[in-house]
């Protein structure tokens, strides 16, 4: 805002109370939603904890399996015998498939209902056909034994997801996050004028409440008496307390930070501004395309390719007239087919791209973030809280003829000393930290909404903004000017030292300024370096503040964009406005007011020193609230495709080259690919696809 009247009330609590509300909530049915982005996930239908007992009991299970195995006692050269060996495999195997491998065969269902095969159907199969084919054996009736393999793809398949699942987890809980920012409890006034406390669910429109210092507004209404200074900053993204005076609107959630006030509720539950920035998340949320990964395509691929493949392989085999031979070779097919490495070509990358990042300082929430960043050509930065830290710094002093600037700042910061207001408190710090000394008064008093005064060394000094200029009938004289249109001009906040001893008179003027993150220019310069086609900022601001803020960050005329003086809903709306121009846009913010476009931006990153909301509602969180996270984001994301991409390169490879030879297309060279090297194969492949993603750990991605 250009009125620094609007900024300069003076005596006020803290307003740390914002914070005190924004409380974490347990996020229910997280991991049940986790099937919105894959549909094997949906239709297993299991949560991180569920696979990791799943995992850890087939993992105890597979390890007698294996050690019994004569396969393997055959290739380690070693004996076991006692009484029921026989029985180790069919037993503990059938335990294995129908408790391991249950979400898969349930996952396979779906899918077939869904008429959508992929991994699920493919690892279905596989243990299904192993399985079928062991039991067989172990009665008899083949030659296949598949107990170890069956219940080593099991345990391993269990692993990949468990992983999968436990580090990139979509949160769901913005909504619940929201509604924390409204009181639990609201003062309500009766007609005898007394005060009693109700829940704030049972407000009614017309009824009147009290709101302290320090509290939070328990509903939209309007100021019937009183006025105060009201933090905004978590609905509107105003950096600066707001005056609100009888007659003026306030909305719930917002913090009266120094009067008490009488306020007439107008709106309740639904119809509150909150409210509508709850639906905004929702609706944003919801409107999300339902990505596929890389591995669900190829998993569906071979699906068709090794049911095609095994029905040839069986139909040629029984043609030459080797039945038995058709069987062994089919079942082959199918078991090699099954993506041991493929199942964990993406969760394995993904798991340790989001355990560095989360040394860097970046959490991965969306398990589509990572894949999505390295496509993003547009970043919408929040101005406040994100590029500038949300507080207020002294951004110049000037004094009148006679009077030189520190003395200026000693007496504005004795007179602000007892205040707690944030401009006050800037002043106060900006002084001690110059000169290295506090700076005191005596008779401290306010004059609410308009400024403060005090008595320093014998005189009495004022300190505010233009209202207490006309209040005190005096005027900026003219050799400050040329400062004060200056500072105006970049939207600071302007107050003024007022000698009010005998005939009032202006002394002196400092202005402040919400202080620009050190960080923030070398964020832009970074994305700048990284190819970024667009770098926006987006405010509640008033465009004079902002736009000097651009400046200052290096924003380029014409390329770059700057987004002032918006509501939440215009923050949403910027972000589908980028999107309908043919951009990625990744969206970065902390406050309530982020959070529907967080939701609707491709990728939404929240600084992690934000408000529970912002958090919730975005895939990435910089946990370092430095911007320049966001440029390691992009390495990252980058990166981790390339890794992605080589994994699934090597299993579908190892797949295009096992299922030929182990459906006998070089028999007749007396080339044949034997169940047992078959799995030698497959162990193999798992295992370069796990050193490889390993690798992962090479990319630098802290701010450096």
């Not at 079928?132 to 296949?144: E, N």
Request: glycine residues 10%; negative net charge; contains cysteine.
């Amino acid at each position: 805002m250009s009125d620094h009247e609007d900024h300069t009330g003076h005596e006020h609590r803290s307003a740390t109370a914002t914070d005190e509300t924004l409380k974490r909530h347990e996020h229910h049915g997280t991991h049940e939603a986790h099937g919105e982005h894959r549909a094997h996930d949906k239709h297993a239908g299991h949560d991180p904890e569920a696979f990791r007992r799943k995992f850890r009991l087939s993992l105890i299970l597979t390890v007698p399996i294996v050690v019994t195995s004569e396969m393997i006692m055959d290739w380690f050269g070693y004996t076991l015998a006692f009484p029921g060996i026989a029985l180790v495999g069919p037993v503990l195997g059938s335990v294995v498939f129908l408790y391991g491998g249950w979400p898969f065969l349930a996952g396979a269902v779906n899918e077939l209902k869904d008429r959508a095969p992929g991994m699920m159907m493919l690892i279905a199969t596989a243990i299904t056909v192993a399985y079928t084919a062991s039991l067989a054996t172990s009665f008899g009736l083949l030659d296949l034994d598949f107990w170890w393999e069956l219940a080593a793809l099991v345990t391993i398949m269990l692993l990949g997801h468990w992983q999968e699942m436990k580090a990139i987890g979509q949160a769901q809980g913005a909504l619940a996050a929201l509604a924390a920012l409204l009181p639990d409890d609201a003062e309500r006034i009766g007609g005898d004028g007394r005060t009693e406390s109700v829940p704030a669910s049972e407000l009614a429109v017309g009824d009147l409440v009290l709101v302290r210092p320090g509290a939070r507004v328990p509903a939209d209404g309007e100021i019937t008496d009183g006025e105060a200074e009201l933090d905004e900053s978590m609905i509107t993204g105003e950096s600066r307390p707001v005056p609100r005076r009888t007659g003026d609107r306030v909305v719930a959630g917002t913090v009266a930070t120094d009067s008490s006030i009488r306020v007439e509720i107008g709106a309740v539950g639904e119809d509150t501004a909150l409210a509508g920035i709850q639906r905004l998340v929702e609706q944003a949320q919801s409107s999300r395309g339902r990505a596929q990964v890389l591995a669900d395509r190829f998993a569906a691929m071979l699906f068709y390719i090794a049911l095609a493949s095994a029905a040839v392989t069986f139909t040629v085999w029984s043609l030459i007239g080797d039945l038995t031979g058709g069987v062994v070779r089919t079942v082959t097919v199918l078991v090699i087919a099954c993506p041991h490495a493929l199942g964990l070509a993406i969760p394995l990358v993904i798991a340790i791209s989001t355990a560095i990042s989360a040394k860097s300082g970046i959490l991965v929430k969306d398990r589509f973030a990572i894949e999505r960043m390295r496509t993003v050509d547009a970043v919408l930065f929040d101005k406040t809280g994100t590029l500038t830290k949300g507080e207020h710094t002294v951004a110049g002093v000037a004094g009148a003829e006679g009077v030189d600037s520190d003395e200026v700042l000693h007496l504005a910061a004795a007179v602000e000393s007892d205040s707690e207001h944030p401009l006050a408190r800037a002043i106060v710090h900006h002084h001690d930290h110059a000169h290295r000394g506090g700076a005191s008064a005596t008779d401290f008093r306010s004059r609410t909404g308009k400024g403060v005064e005090a008595t320093v060394d014998g005189r009495r000094y004022a300190v505010g903004g233009p209202a207490l200029l006309r209040e005190l009938e005096v005027t900026a004289p003219d050799e400050l000017r040329e400062d004060i249109d200056q500072w105006s001009g970049r939207g600071a906040t302007v107050l003024y030292l007022i000698d009010t001893e005998s005939e009032p008179r202006v002394l002196g003027a400092v202005a402040l300024e919400d202080e620009i993150r050190p960080e923030a220019k070398q964020a832009v310069a970074d994305l700048r370096a990284q190819g970024i086609e667009k770098i926006a900022m987006i405010t509640g601001d008033a465009r004079a503040v902002a736009e000097a803020v651009a400046a200052d960050l290096g924003f380029t005329q014409g390329r770059d964009e700057v987004f002032a003086e918006v509501l939440p809903a215009d923050k949403d709306q910027a972000v589908a406005d980028l999107q309908a121009r043919g951009l990625t846009v990744a969206m970065v913010g902390d406050g309530v007011n982020d959070a529907p476009a967080l939701a609707r931006a491709d990728v939404g990153i929240a600084i992690g020193a934000g408000t529970d909301v912002a958090i919730e509602s975005a895939g990435v969180v910089l946990a370092s609230s430095d911007p320049r996270g966001v440029t390691g984001v992009i390495r990252l994301s980058k990166a981790s495709y390339r890794k992605m991409v080589q994994n699934l390169a090597w299993a579908a490879g190892y797949n295009i080259v096992a299922i030929p030879l182990a459906a006998g297309v070089l028999a007749w060279a007396g080339f044949t690919l034997s169940p047992a090297v078959g799995a030698i194969l497959m162990s193999a492949s798992t295992i370069v696809v796990a050193l490889n993603a390993q690798l992962l750990r090479r990319v630098a991605i802290a701010p450096e």
